[in-house]
């Protein structure tokens, strides 16, 4: 009897059991089933997604698609229309929807009034123009959306190809060493600081070759002055930038190392206006009148030499134009700054793209725009209309990029200048400082104060707004 009750009992576990397993797979010999498949398996189709997005970084997940951003700029006449029809080609094209509006915002300075304004109301736009320096002022101010984690994103940022083909130069100059050295803006082209110089001329005074040291620039200065045919050597047009150049050619720094304190009084500094004063006080150099009148002396063969940014370059080219032939007046070129120290120097600059802090969505969209911009075909055609450098190599190596340089051998001869190039300080107070070093240059021209004067007190204003 008990037998019979665990045969019963058997045959029941063994029909419950059967109904909670899986159907047996008709095999000639079953046999257990691995858990993992073998290792020469392959799967026949791709996962979803390459990366999981568990795994992916914080700007990988976000979506941008269909959102609206507002790029405030600075570009008027054809810079603008050029601007606005690579917005479009953008906004047709991108895969996310993403719409960027364009509003001109003003020239540089009035720019960052308005965007400083903006930013006090809580209502700044998405994106805007701004020199490394004025992108700092924003940070400051909490308002800046770093870049760098947009860099590096898995889905959205750059390739190691994408960064090697970018001059590092230009990346470095947006990176802030006041904010733990992130990218505050990304840079779509850039320009430099050089000195034009008549060519015919100087072969008329007997010189074959611009001058290497400021001796020598002295020294032509004084052969192309004639005070009856109103010819001098240089026409000035005072500028902060110069001044870096000035100083930076005789050895001497704008900032301390830390880049806490304004040192430009020191002897280099002080040479630097001792030997322009001498030069206006010989009446070798003098200061133009009004915006520019250094590029129309120039044109008109009064000044034998000016210093400004190679954005000009076409300018330059237009007022040296012979109204009646079409071919220029004379011959003319760039060279860096005369130096006394070993190697040239040359002041890179030009503005770059700010993000402000919005919403994840439109920071996202605002440096999709930003990458694209930068990518080499539109940075070519950006370049060229702006006449600035591109900032890719594969950009500055494409067959319509060198066909432009070919068409303008004083733009591929500047761009020879980059291997020279330094930034200017991008520290919040800079934009301040120029105003202290402009003042500093026309006291001491205008006979107001001596160079040493001058320096000190600008350097004292400017170590004021450093510390705050």
Not at 2 to 19: C, D, G, W
Not at 186 to 211: A, C, H, K, Q, T
Request: with cysteine; proline share 9%.
């Amino acid at each position: 009897m008990k037998r019979q009750k665990l045969l019963v009992l058997l045959m029941l576990l063994a029909v419950v059991l059967s109904a909670c397993a899986p159907a047996a797979t008709p095999t000639p010999t079953p046999r257990p089933q691995p858990t993992t498949p073998p290792p020469t398996a392959q799967p026949t189709t791709p996962p979803p997604t390459a990366v999981p997005t568990e795994v992916l970084d914080p700007i990988s997940q976000i979506d941008p698609s269909g959102q609206e951003v507002l790029f405030w700029h600075v570009s008027t006449q054809i810079h603008e229309e050029v601007l606005l029809e690579l917005i479009e080609e953008f906004n047709s094209t991108n895969e996310w929807s993403i719409t960027v509006v364009p509003e001109y915002g003003g020239y540089y300075g009035d720019l960052m009034t308005k965007n400083l304004a903006a930013i006090s109301a809580g209502t700044p736009p998405d994106l805007s123009i701004a020199y490394a320096n004025q992108a700092a002022a924003y940070a400051e101010a909490g308002a800046i959306e770093p870049l760098d984690d947009y860099v590096n994103s898995a889905k959205y940022g750059l390739s190691a190809d994408d960064i090697l083909d970018i001059y590092p130069a230009f990346l470095q100059t947006d990176r802030n060493p006041y904010f733990d050295n992130k990218m505050l803006s990304f840079p779509p082209s850039r320009s430099m600081e050089v000195m034009f110089y008549n060519i015919d001329w100087l072969n008329e005074l007997g010189y074959d070759e611009p001058p290497e040291t400021w001796e020598q620039f002295k020294g032509m200065c004084i052969a192309a002055t004639d005070a009856e045919a109103g010819t001098a050597g240089y026409a000035l047009s005072v500028s902060a930038s110069t001044f870096a150049g000035w100083i930076w050619s005789r050895g001497g720094e704008l900032l301390s190392p830390d880049a806490e304190t304004a040192i430009f009084n020191s002897p280099e500094g002080v040479e630097a206006l001792t030997f322009l004063k001498e030069l206006i006080d010989g009446g070798y150099a003098y200061q133009i009148a009004e915006r520019y009148g250094d590029q129309t002396d120039f044109a008109n063969k009064k000044a034998l030499f000016t210093f400004g940014s190679t954005a000009g370059l076409p300018y330059y080219a237009q007022a040296i134009q012979d109204e009646n032939t079409g071919e220029p007046k004379f011959n003319w070129s760039v060279a860096p700054f005369p130096h006394s120290c070993p190697d040239p120097v040359v002041d890179i600059y030009g503005p770059s793209i700010c993000v402000f802090k919005s919403t994840p969505e439109k920071q996202l969209a605002s440096w999709l725009f930003i990458r694209w911009f930068t990518q080499a075909e539109p940075n070519v055609k950006w370049a060229k209309v702006a006449n600035y450098f591109p900032i890719r190599e594969s950009a500055a190596q494409s067959a319509e990029m060198q066909a432009y340089m070919s068409e303008n051998p004083n733009y591929q001869k500047a761009f020879g200048f980059l291997q020279w190039g330094k930034g200017e300080p991008v520290v919040p107070a800079y934009q301040t400082m120029r105003g202290f070093i402009d003042d500093a240059t026309t006291a001491v021209v205008t006979g107001q104060a001596t160079p040493q004067e001058a320096l000190d007190f600008a350097v004292e204003e400017s170590n004021t707004v450093l510390a705050e």
